[in-house]
């Protein structure tokens, strides 16, 4: 009889059996235990549950309707949970969760007995710390470590919808960098198999963009408006240099005069050089030296842009790293210097 009283005075929230309370609460109601079992048990299920608490017009600050507040000095091998479901027996036909938070009668949190959980946002915790997806060691196939998607995305005319979006907003300064997608992955061992940083696929063509572990990248189809770039020049489908995408540097250049400039405007398929003191001299070759990646050699176009009426020019490629230049009077067809300061522009194609 002591017990039974001192259970009821401890509890004022709580219905046991099938003998519901739920006065207003104005402080915690606090669930404690032994380490030989739980203070609370109950014989009979209700449709609110074995165990029920509630409360109505709660005005007290701070409120937990239920904490779980245990203090730990273990030793060994002992382990603890603080909270455990452990669900046994046969399952009907509706909804089975082990868990569903909701507010107002709307599901905010829930996972289902087969461990799927689903909910309405998922935020960083406090601070700004990082969402941290930890995995045991995975044996064999696995569909992935964190799966997005399993299910039907349906949407009306005009529906847009995004499976996975990245929207950070940066307010930086100084040398602050950042990088909103990163996959940094350790290889201790890998196995013979493809291994790839990125898959993109169909459920028709699963591989129709993929970056290996080595830096390859695999597409069907690529296009971009302003240009393929590698190693600072354009690409033809064979790998191929097809036109030249960056300025020669100013210390490829020769017979140009001390100074010579060069620079690159709106269409990186072009380049621009000033002659420095000295200029072009009369019948010599000026010579540029050309990025590396052409396998034959050069196709080059030159316009004298100071003296266009006065002044042609003649480009053609020695090698496949470089091009030699030389000026001609537009009328005479003669050999002829070139004067410090002039503007010529260039293009120039592999082949």
Do not use: C
């Not at 929230?13 to 203070?39: E, F, R």
């Not at 452990?86 to 599901?107: I, K, P, Y």
């Not at 005009?158 to 907003?169: C, H, L, W």
């Not at 200029?279 to 196709?299: D, K, L």
């Amino acid at each position: 009889m002591k017990k039974l009283l001192t259970l009821l005075l401890i509890l004022p929230a709580l219905a046991i059996a099938d003998v519901q309370v739920a006065p207003v609460l104005v402080s915690p109601t606090i669930i404690g235990g032994t380490s030989t079992g739980a203070a609370i048990s109950a014989a009979t299920v209700t449709s609110s549950g074995p165990i029920t608490s509630g409360g109505s017009g709660i005005t007290t600050n701070n409120y937990n309707a239920l904490a779980l507040t245990p203090s730990y000095t273990t030793t060994g091998t002992n382990a603890s949970t603080d909270f455990l479901i452990n669900r046994t027996g046969t399952n009907g036909s509706g909804a089975q969760n082990l868990m569903d938070l909701q507010v107002g009668g709307s599901s905010q949190f829930k996972v289902s007995n087969t461990g799927i959980a689903r909910f309405n946002n998922f935020s960083s915790p406090s601070g700004g710390g990082p969402i941290t997806v930890n995995s045991d060691y995975f044996s064999g196939s696995i569909t992935g470590a964190v799966l997005v998607g399993s299910g039907n995305y349906s949407g009306g005319s005009g529906a847009a919808q995004t499976v996975v979006n990245i929207r950070p907003t940066y307010v930086q300064s100084g040398t602050a960098s950042a990088t909103d997608l990163q996959i940094y992955r350790t290889e201790t061992s890998v196995g013979s198999g493809p291994q790839y940083l990125i898959e993109a696929g169909t459920s028709v063509n699963p591989t129709l963009f993929t970056v290996t572990n080595g830096g390859a990248v695999s597409a069907s189809y690529i296009r971009s408006w302003g240009g393929i770039v590698f190693n600072s020049t354009l690409l033809d489908s064979s790998s191929h240099v097809i036109i030249i995408s960056t300025a020669p540097l100013s210390g490829g250049l020769t017979n140009f005069g001390t100074g010579a400039t060069v620079s690159v405007g709106t269409n990186s398929a072009a380049f621009q050089i000033t002659t420095g003191t000295g200029g072009i001299p009369i019948s010599t070759a000026a010579t540029i030296t050309m990025p590396t990646g052409a396998t034959t050699g050069w196709i080059v176009n030159a316009t004298d842009v100071t003296n266009n009426a006065t002044t042609v020019f003649s480009a053609y490629s020695t090698s496949t790293t470089n091009v030699n230049v030389y000026a001609y009077s537009r009328t005479t067809g003669a050999s002829v210097a070139v004067p410090a300061g002039e503007v010529i522009r260039f293009s120039a194609t592999a082949f």
